[in-house]
């Protein structure tokens, strides 16, 4: 093609024909430039098709990794509500000793004894190029914010574990109920919430004691009512965070879908 041109031109010349070879000239650089126009457009599209394609493996990315920091999440609002209702109900006993049944007293300080700490997927997207590549900016902000927010219930969840350490540890040991209460928990077979294998079911025996436990004494205890008090308003706080956490997850969860559709 290019000998082709060069042929024109130099017939163009041979023939005097200059007006006639300046117009062809001028031609020929117009056409040229449009090549090269069309070409960067066609590489552009190509970046953009390529930086599409990386994007879209991204998102399913954090579909996956957000959809299991939701279930993790709701599990962990899940245990803080149940130890909020075993609270409650270890409330009545000392307000109403007449009600008072073993096995719920048992069940109750074992549901405050658990722990729930959230610890979501740490993705290697936040602080790199890769968060460039998502073109929604809702979504990237979102994720931006993520681990503020996440800091924030961890907090509560830290604040609660030194709690938990120093108190409800040390008031079960010292009550004499312990060894009673850990063998009503696996008697029967048990499966905690957080496991792994949720239709695991462990069953085993510790044997209760043969101490004389009096509960009478036990629930007469101040520290029986303020602890469940104290567990109602730290449960409380942390779930305030954890659902507006969860929220953004479902925002986010809803971009990612609209996004990967597209």
């Known amino acids: 093609m290019i000998k082709f041109f060069r042929k024109i031109r130099q017939n163009l010349l041979m023939e005097n024909k200059t007006?006639?070879?300046?117009?062809?000239?001028?031609?020929?650089?117009?056409?040229?430039?449009i090549g090269i126009l069309l070409a960067l457009q066609v590489n552009n599209w190509n970046e953009r098709r390529k930086g599409r394609i990386r994007e879209q493996k991204i998102l399913v990315q954090l579909k996956s990794e957000y959809e299991a920091n939701l279930a993790q999440l709701e599990e962990k609002i899940y245990m803080r509500n149940r130890a909020i209702e075993a609270s409650h109900k270890l409330?009545?006993?000392?307000?109403?000793?007449?009600?008072?049944?073993?096995?719920?007293?048992?069940?109750?300080?074992?549901?405050?004894?658990?722990?729930?700490?959230?610890?979501?997927?740490?993705?290697?997207?936040?602080?790199?190029?890769?968060?460039?590549?998502?073109?929604?900016?809702?979504?990237?902000?979102?994720?931006?914010?993520?681990?503020?927010?996440?800091?924030?219930?961890?907090?509560?969840?830290?604040?609660?574990?030194?709690?938990?350490?120093?108190?409800?540890?040390?008031?079960?040991?010292?009550?004499?109920?312990s060894r009673n209460l850990n063998n009503n928990i696996w008697k029967d077979g048990y499966s905690p919430v957080e496991a792994l294998d949720k239709s695991s079911s462990l069953k085993f025996r510790i044997n209760p004691s043969k101490r004389k436990i009096d509960f009478k004494e036990i629930l007469a205890d101040p520290e029986q009512e303020d602890i469940p008090a104290i567990v109602i308003s730290f449960h409380q706080n942390a779930n305030i965070q954890s659902v507006t956490l969860r929220n953004r997850i479902i925002e986010m969860l809803d971009i990612i879908n609209s996004e990967i559709k597209k």
């Open 91 to 177: 409330l009545s006993f000392v307000d109403n000793p007449e009600i008072f049944d073993e096995e719920t007293f048992y069940t109750s300080w074992w549901h405050i004894m658990i722990d729930p700490t959230f610890d979501p997927i740490k993705n290697d997207i936040i602080g790199t190029d890769k968060l460039q590549l998502i073109q929604n900016e809702k979504l990237v902000s979102l994720l931006s914010n993520w681990s503020s927010e996440v800091y924030q219930v961890q907090e509560q969840e830290k604040q609660y574990q030194i709690f938990r350490n120093q108190f409800i540890m040390s008031l079960s040991i010292g009550s004499g109920t």
């Open 19 to 33: 007006g006639k070879y300046f117009k062809y000239a001028s031609g020929e650089i117009f056409l040229v430039m």
